[in-house]
């Protein structure tokens, strides 16, 4: 079985730009998670969906950023004007709620706002 | 607020036993999980606590004290691919997915 996937892997943009993350969850997964992790602050937990619906947006910065979740198997983050202090890895993870708990994270998004 | 406290960094050579603490504080409680993450890489699940006592699954082990809002995980006959940071998460209750992270500890292991 495929892992969470992330794409792109890396990302450089300048300061305004639009930059959107996708992630593709684990087939059967029914949790969606978006996380930040900078070595400031940490691994900061963005949003989370179930069952497509947002449960918990408290994490989101501000109104630049944004996450949609379109079906059960496809997220986007979009962060619109991006600014250099958004420069952090972002990850995205899935889980299977009312199975597990555990949290399975794709690999990441290293985005450099300039 | 929310807060889980680790240690910044720990050092060991290898063979040794090391055990990464976690002590936290937050509003209510269902459960404790450890990930790994190594440099440059993703969180992992290593294991979860859900009951007071020790769970083990091969040269990891996890403790967990209710009462002492409390765990710990335990790695023995170190190896140098043990190097990595390992982080702590709360589960606050039985309807949320939501896990806070602690701060993270950093392991680094000698020859």
């Known amino acids: 079985d495929a892992g969470v996937i992330q794409s792109p892997r890396h990302e450089v943009t300048e300061m305004g730009q639009e930059v959107t993350l996708r992630c593709k969850l684990i087939?059967?997964?029914?949790?969606l998670f978006w996380y930040r992790q900078t070595m400031m602050r940490g691994l900061e937990l963005l949003i989370y969906?179930?069952?497509?619906?947002?449960?918990?947006d408290s994490g989101m910065p501000e109104d630049r950023f944004s996450a949609k979740m379109p079906n059960a198997s496809f997220s986007t983050l979009k962060i619109q004007p991006s600014e250099p202090r958004d420069s952090a890895v972002y990850f995205c993870?899935?889980?299977?709620?009312?199975?597990?708990?555990?949290?399975?994270f794709g690999p990441g998004t290293r985005l450099t706002v300039l | 607020g929310q807060s889980l406290e680790q240690p910044s960094e720990v050092t060991a050579v290898e063979g040794a036993i090391v055990q990464i603490n976690c002590t936290y504080q937050t509003s209510g409680f269902y459960g404790l999980s450890w990930y790994q993450q190594h440099d440059g890489g993703a969180p992992t699940f290593l294991s979860y606590?859900?009951?007071?006592g020790l769970e083990e699954t091969g040269r990891f082990s996890s403790f967990l004290s209710r009462s002492d809002s409390y765990g710990y995980l335990l790695l023995q006959e170190l190896q140098m691919k043990d190097s990595a940071s390992y982080f702590c998460a709360v589960k606050r209750s039985y309807n949320t997915d939501k896990l806070i992270f602690g701060t993270g500890t950093r392991l680094q292991v000698f020859p």
């Open positions: 087939s059967g997964h029914n949790s």
């Open positions: 606590n859900g009951l007071d």
């Open positions: 969906f179930n069952n497509n619906v947002p449960i918990d």
């Open positions: 993870a899935s889980s299977d709620r009312g199975r597990t708990d555990t949290q399975y």
